[in-house]
């Protein structure tokens, strides 16, 4: 598909901060698969407590697991896109080396986060193996659903890992695009419709 006219001369490193090096298909078709177990369990169900007037109240607990699946690998998605939700209007009155201080001490800071998240989480998983803890509904073995906990969290650093170097490195172009509607400075990442770069911006 071809580029607008507006975004054919923004530098190639800040358009390339959207694009990593492992695609985010991998997050959307784990997210794609859970949402199709979710509507199939969700489906049976109406199609059952119709039919009999009763329901496979068990397969409550695959709904949840497959839920919370789906809601973290869809985080891990929005961090390749940028497409958390951001308050930034302190932060978009700042000169452009601050702002991007402060991105990256966000970056930062949300490795930090996800990184106790796969601790605790691995913690978790393994005292139930230890323990041999069950489901409460279907039997399984608790581990198989709170070891995706740190798995998805090792992912979704990695995925903040790989943003932050991306947006470094076009930050690092000397070269800074401009918002047509405010005529503004766009650090790589900010949500802006793109014209052509501003050359010999200082960092």
Known sequence: MASSPEHDDV??????????????????????????????ISFGNVVVRYVTNASFAATEELSIFLLVVMTMVGASLAFIRGGH???????????????????MLTHLLT?????????????LTLDEMEYGETSPALGYPSWIYT???????????????????????????????????????????DAADLTGPKRGTSL
């Open 147 to 189: 070891i995706w906990l740190p798995l998805v969290s090792v992912a979704i650093i990695l995925r903040v890992i790989g943003r932050a170097h991306r947006e470094w490195r076009a930050f690092r172009t000397h070269e800074t695009a401009i918002d047509i509607a405010t005529g503004d400075d766009v650090l790589p990442g």
């Open 11 to 40: 530098p190639e490193a800040v358009r390339e901060v959207d694009r990593p090096v492992v695609s985010g298909r991998i997050e959307e078709f784990i997210a794609a698969l859970a949402m199709a177990g979710i509507c199939v």
């Open 85 to 103: 939700i951001r308050i930034t209007a302190i932060v978009d009155r700042l000169p452009r080396r601050p702002r991007m201080g402060l991105i």
């Open 111 to 123: 490795m930090i986060m996800f990184a106790l998240v796969a601790w605790y989480g691995w913690l």
